[in-house]
């Protein structure tokens, strides 16, 4: 079954029809969540909320590409649970403040098994989320600019400039890290 015929079906209240979309789309809502930089953690959560609303607002959906769309929903619900999260950490941190911090093994390690990706992961995150989300859309979701402009609500234009500026700014974080890596082996 085609995307549109799956989500006529599924607006007019077949379960299956919106399970076969859960089932066709699940993959691509974890990896963008994921690369916003939620926690391994999280993802099946914030999926689950994602495709939640997803049910809620599937009558009133009329877009006519779904998985832009769905890519706006995963971003919101990213953000929300963002906000969250960092009001969860102020509030432990309150908490721990006397307390000595432990070493943790991050979970994402689970995901990323090779340094290089590791370390692009990485810097990824540092970057500044205007810049951070048109880079993972466009060359880890293959979004064009038109989609990119759609899916974060910006001026075509904005989209070219923020890829082209978080492009440099990448390029220039993971040659500070190749050269501390030659600083530390040599």
Known sequence: ????????????????????????????????????????????????????RVYRFLHQFSHSRFTTWLYKITLNVSRDYGRKRNQLQSKLQKMQNESKPQEVSLPDERIFREEEDRILHHCIQMLDEKYRLPIILHYFHEKKYEEIADILSLNLSTVKTRLLRGKAILKKALMKVAEEEGTNSG
């Open 1 to 52: 079954m085609d995307d549109q015929h799956l989500i006529q079906q599924a607006q007019k209240g077949n379960l299956t029809a919106y399970e076969e979309l859960i089932q066709k789309y699940l993959p691509v809502v974890e990896r963008f969540a994921f690369q916003m930089g939620n926690s391994f953690d999280d993802i099946p959560d914030i999926s689950q909320e994602v495709f939640i």
